[in-house]
């Protein structure tokens, strides 16, 4: 079975991006390894890990012996609150391209913003010299809010890639999008089906799911895919790889669409991640 053609975003960096990623959390060990190998022969080409995973060694092997070139896939490793100074962010990022076995990040991004630590522009900076170093590609942020964002982009001129944030039907983050659309900053989505919440069952889906004849998993990320959403969903089995990623055979229609985002609820987070109060060290 031939991997399917995945279209691509170009950041305004300049760089491209696939418009759909394989996430990793909570992968581990061995089974880490395998879901990766797997999702690589799939026809996944861009991995999402973070030091915070823990399964960074883990990809770093399944990278190995997926057989691919370097030039053939991308990887994203995110900064952990602990690391924010300055100094701690650029041993981080070396870390994690010991762990991976990798000489560059394709994409690197601060995990969260720590506000009350209040050092997250240190951060930014490293990444900002990092990438000067050639050590990473393309710098980004998760969990930021438009305030975080405005002040990396005063401080230092330089403007995120990608924001990864927490975006699924119940959460579909219109506010944020729409900062990012007004700055160029493409955004990611992390828990892109909405995890224990998913509405697999909900009639705006389900609807879509037989009108088109997929799975209602592919509908959601199909909404992603057409709100300019990257979605990264995990998975550790073959064929529901395969679902995830084929998404880009079909097409939703205005009124399906608005279907799915009228599921949102008025804080319809997963576990309360507000990034003004959250955070992660």
């Avoid at 996944?44 to 915070?52: E, I, Q």
Wanted: aromatic share 6%; glycine share 8%.
């Amino acid at each position: 079975m031939s991997a399917p053609s995945i279209p691509t975003h170009t950041l305004h960096d300049g760089t491209s991006i696939p418009a759909i990623g394989f996430g990793t959390y909570p992968l581990q060990d061995d089974a880490c390894v395998d879901a990766v190998v797997s999702a690589l022969d799939v026809g996944y080409r861009l991995v999402d890990t973070a030091v915070n995973y823990g399964n960074e060694e883990a990809v770093g092997e399944a990278l190995r012996r997926s057989g691919l070139a370097r030039e053939n896939y991308l990887v994203t490793s995110k900064i952990p609150g602990r690391d924010h100074a300055y100094d701690d962010a650029i041993a981080s990022v070396k870390g994690s391209l010991q762990r991976l076995g990798l000489d560059h990040l394709d994409l690197q991004l601060i995990h969260w913003p720590n506000p009350s630590v209040g050092r997250y522009t240190e951060a930014w900076q490293a990444l900002i010299d990092l990438r000067e170093q050639g050590l990473v590609r393309s710098i980004g942020v998760s969990n930021f809010t438009a305030e975080h964002l405005r002040t990396i982009i005063d401080a230092t001129g330089v403007t995120p890639v990608v924001n990864q944030i927490e975006l699924h039907p119940r959460f579909p983050q219109e506010e944020m999008r729409a900062v990012h659309a007004d700055l160029g900053i493409r955004t990611e989505a992390w828990s892109p089906m909405g995890k224990r919440r998913a509405p697999l069952d909900e009639t705006a889906v389900t609807d879509a799911a037989g009108a088109h004849g997929v799975e209602p998993g592919q509908v959601i990320l199909r909404w992603h895919v057409q709100l300019g959403s990257l979605p990264v969903p995990k998975s550790a089995t073959p064929e529901r790889q395969r679902q995830n990623l084929d998404v880009f055979s079909f097409e939703l229609t205005e009124t399906e669409m608005a279907a799915i985002s009228a599921l949102a609820e008025s804080d319809g987070r997963l576990f309360g991640g507000d990034p003004d109060t959250h955070e992660e060290m």
